[in-house]
């Protein structure tokens, strides 16, 4: 690290390490790590001495992961927090854990499961892949936790968590996109709908039949089937479908993510079933959700 000489208070930070996982899109993290099993490697740079700076790391349960929202480029003061319960509220961003901020800097507790040489396997992660480590501290619960500490604007505010299981089917349909395109759906239904399955302020939820608490969920140019059992706080992933209309999926109509002739033949082969299509119109990839 460098600071400036100019009187700026400038600094200039280089990497130490990156995070490697199959994570490659924000939409495949969770808000917190903690909420995810999910995990990486976090890979040191060579013939930097970090082989022996890493030594007596083995041992501990945890670890803090110092790193930069490289794929971030603006912040606001406000932001609007993903809680159902605050509706269109927005907070003062220090008061949150929003990626977007003034120093894109982000601090993540995961867990360290083995050191070996230049590589850490880490889990409960919300980092994506090619993420730039700045530095690597352990955990301290005697001086890192405080689980009486009050929360502010967030306190009462704690969603209640769901259930969310995934129909065989729906799960099939699910594996014959990941192998098109390693698009994780399974894994996004999980961080999407464990909390606040209904809440589409921050989401691409839309409702089917309010009587049976049929939705969809979408992603990307695709839409997620499910239902939800509210007494027993349940979530079931019932089908996949696309999110392209007739005319988006016609063979001339422009396709800028290339995935059009794999939506058409997944249709053909798996087509939608009559309990989901429902009259009305709905948007449309790329269209707004809100």
């Not at 130490?16 to 994570?23: F, H, K």
């Not at 041992?59 to 929202?69: A, C, H, P």
Request: aromatic share 12%; charged share 25%; proline share 7%.
């Amino acid at each position: 690290m460098d600071q400036t000489t100019d009187g700026t208070g400038k600094f200039t930070f280089e990497a130490i390490a990156y995070y490697r996982s199959d994570r490659r899109f924000r939409f495949e993290v969770p808000r917190q790590g903690v909420l995810t099993h999910s995990g990486g490697i976090v890979e040191f740079l060579p013939h930097r001495n970090f082989d022996q700076a890493l030594r007596d790391l083995e041992g501990f349960d945890r670890i803090w992961l110092i790193y930069t929202f490289h794929l971030n480029s603006h912040w606001k003061p406000f932001v609007r927090p993903p809680r159902a319960g605050l509706g269109k509220k927005k907070v003062s961003v220090f008061a949150t854990r929003a990626p977007h901020r003034p120093n894109m800097i982000g601090l993540s507790c995961v867990r360290l499961h083995h050191v070996k040489g230049l590589r850490l396997q880490v889990s409960e992660a919300d980092l994506l892949d090619g993420t730039p480590i700045l530095d690597v501290k352990p955990y301290l619960p005697y001086c890192d936790s405080f689980p009486d500490a009050q929360t502010g604007w967030l306190q009462g505010l704690q969603p209640e968590h769901f259930q969310v299981s995934i129909h065989r089917e729906a799960r099939e349909l699910m594996r014959e996109i990941y192998e098109f395109n390693r698009l994780d759906l399974a894994n996004f239904c999980q961080l999407q709908l464990e909390y606040e399955p209904a809440n589409n302020h921050n989401k691409r939820i839309r409702v089917i039949d309010s009587e049976a608490c049929l939705f969809f969920l979408g992603c990307r140019t695709w839409r997620i089937y499910y239902c939800v059992d509210w007494d027993q706080r349940h979530v079931e992933v019932l089908w996949v479908a696309t999110g392209y209309s007739a005319e988006e999926l016609a063979p001339n109509a422009p396709d800028p993510y290339h995935d059009k002739a794999f939506h058409r033949s997944f249709m053909q082969r798996h087509p939608l079933p009559e309990q989901f299509d429902k009259p009305g119109r709905v948007p449309r990839p790329g269209e707004s959700w809100s």
